[in-house]
């Protein structure tokens, strides 16, 4: 310690601690003027300097303080600070060497028997990168929330431990807060948030979520910003904490296209059909004789940016947007080819579908049905594909748990008279309006476990007239039947 007058002060007699602390530990007299008598080693390397540069005691002034947030240190120091209390203070500060520095000050009034002004400990830090850390921070926020507002996007994320829905809005304040709904997923479903219509599959995917699912999809009719209903998708990802335990899920909600194809004066596209939009998973549209990705809707978002001059070839081969499960993936890449397309195409072929498995955003295999329609665009003459991949998984599962033989029709592909049979026997049984047990004998399925949550309907569709053409092959008109009727399933919905 440098002094200038002989005076005794409690000065800290740990040197060896005060020699190594990277903090600064002073102690300050409240007198006529504030004045440092004691700085520790720690001190002088924050300030650059040395004792010999920096003699005590000294005023404030000499520390470097900036001028307004002296005023305002001393103000507090002046004040008094209550018996076992600490007060706080940030300001700048600059350094010996001309450097600024931000420094958090934390002070205490200490015993001071015997002594005519109070004493005060105080302990400071440089918290520079701290302050600038959180100053970039605050400005990629602003940003971010100025992209946020022109998107399509609407921000949402779920805590784990106490199923807290949040959901964000571009004018959210600046603390990062937005709605908040408790009792995940429940309270969105007894709200009017979700529509009755969707609370089944609402619900599975929420279980799925808080299980700690690691990804998932789904699509919604909720209501909007405005409270009008619309469909929507919802995508999420876990985060997890050191233990690598799910504890948030956050995602995005956007709109869901509206049309099974991108609309265009040549080719105009009706809308996706309402039975398909709960378990839409992708929708593919691609120019086929320019071999172009014209649009990509997959996993719950827009991803035709992010395709953008990527071939339709190169799209079927590129691992992060695949959207097929890796045994069958050969087998589907030729058949999904654009020569093969086109060359079906040149043979007649509009309409077609296939189920395969796929690995979804979470890891999970399941099952899916892609159906795709060729046409020619009438004023470029062009050959376009559209596609639409769509979550089979439910049938598989009642198709495995009714325990039928399933058997087809080796024209159109649908289920013959007994596997439709079994299967709907099956679905009877397991809805919420089970048929009573003396009707059970007239059903040819056992009573099984099955979609509680659910209502089931069941339609017969008579398809009359003539399929052949004068003229036509048997082949032929064959395939045109095949053709109804996978356009007619596919605007009934996979399940």
């Not at 300030?47 to 520390?63: I, M, N, Q, R, V």
């Not at 089979?392 to 748990?401: G, M, S």
């Not at 709907?424 to 476990?449: K, N």
Request: net charge negative; aromatic share 8%; proline share 5%.
């Amino acid at each position: 310690m440098n002094t200038r007058e002989t005076r005794s002060f409690p000065i800290p007699q740990s040197g060896m601690l005060l020699e190594n602390m990277e903090d600064g530990v002073c102690i300050l007299e409240a007198a006529q003027t504030i004045r440092v008598v004691y700085a520790s080693p720690g001190f002088y390397r924050m300030l650059e300097t040395d004792p010999s540069a920096l003699p005590l005691p000294c005023g404030l002034k000499e520390l470097g303080i900036q001028p307004d947030a002296e005023e305002e240190y001393e103000r507090i120091i002046r004040a008094g600070i209550p018996q076992k209390q600490t007060s706080k203070h940030l300001h700048r500060l600059r350094t010996r060497k001309g450097n600024w520095l931000w420094r958090h000050v934390r002070i205490a009034e200490i015993a001071s028997a015997g002594e005519s002004c109070p004493l005060f400990l105080e302990i400071s830090r440089d918290v520079s990168e701290s302050v600038h850390n959180r100053l970039q921070l605050q400005e990629n926020a602003e940003r971010f929330q100025i992209a946020f507002g022109q998107s399509r996007f609407r921000l949402w994320d779920v805590t784990l431990p106490d199923r807290v829905f949040h959901a964000f809005s571009a004018d959210l304040p600046s603390d990062g807060s937005g709605s908040r709904i408790p009792d995940f997923p429940e309270a969105l479903l007894s709200e009017g948030v979700v529509h009755p219509d969707s609370a089944g599959p609402f619900r599975r995917f929420a279980a799925a979520l808080l299980d700690g699912k690691s990804a998932g999809t789904g699509n919604f009719i909720m209501k909007d910003q405005e409270g009008v209903y619309n469909w929507f998708a919802l995508s999420y990802r876990q985060i997890h904490d050191q233990d690598g335990k799910p504890v948030k899920a956050v995602g995005i909600q956007e709109r869901l296209p509206a049309v099974s194809g991108m609309f265009s004066f040549g080719l105009p596209r009706r809308p996706i059909p309402e039975a398909l939009r709960h378990s839409l998973i992708a929708r593919l549209h691609a120019d086929l004789t320019a071999d172009t990705v014209e649009e990509l809707w997959m996993d719950g978002s827009d991803q035709t940016a992010r395709v953008n001059g990527l071939s339709y070839s190169s799209l079927l081969k590129k691992k992060d947007i695949s959207l097929f499960h890796q045994a069958d993936e050969k087998q589907l890449l030729e058949r999904l080819s654009r020569d093969s397309l086109l060359g079906a195409f040149a043979e007649g072929s509009c309409w077609s579908c296939e189920d395969y498995e796929r690995v979804d955003s979470g890891g999970n295999i399941s099952w899916v049905t892609v159906t795709l329609n060729l046409a020619r665009d009438p004023v470029s003459g062009s050959v376009h594909l559209f596609a639409c991949f769509c979550s089979a998984q439910k049938r598989h599962e009642w198709e495995a748990l009714s325990g039928a033989v399933i058997c087809r029709d080796s024209v159109t592909g649908l289920y013959d008279a007994r596997t439709f049979r079994t299967i709907s026997g099956y679905l009877l049984l397991s809805g919420p309006d089970r048929i009573v047990p003396d009707q059970a004998d007239r059903c040819p399925a056992a009573a099984f476990p099955g979609d509680t949550d659910s209502m089931h309907a069941l339609a017969l569709i008579h398809l009359g007239g003539r399929f052949f053409h004068d003229g036509e092959t048997e082949s032929e008109g064959c395939r045109r039947i095949r053709f109804t009727a996978v356009a007619l399933a596919f605007a009934l919905g996979p399940d």
